[in-house]
């Protein structure tokens, strides 16, 4: 593999662990003392899932470029009470 699609998997990591890392905050949040109400806590953990299922999207195409290869479908399932799926 050439050095573009390492660095390009490296930045989709950083951002995985980012995700991840505040996703781990709101899991544990204590939400009687943080002045969020649940359905705060839950639209904030849907809106990670988003940004999560847009950056797959996202190296799938940059992937896909770079091996000119083509994909007919990808699927993506939300899992919310699983935790650290999306």
Do not use: P
């Amino acid at each position: 593999m050439g050095k573009h699609t390492v660095i390009v998997s490296t930045k989709l990591g950083k951002k995985f662990e980012a995700i991840h890392s505040e996703w781990l905050r709101l899991m544990n949040l204590d939400i009687a003392n943080s002045g969020m109400s649940d359905i705060e806590v839950a639209e904030q953990m849907e809106a990670l899932c988003d940004t999560s299922t847009e950056a797959v999207m996202n190296q799938t195409k940059i992937y896909t470029d770079i091996f000119q290869a083509k994909i007919d479908e990808i699927n993506v399932k939300k899992r919310m009470n699983v935790l650290g799926l999306c």
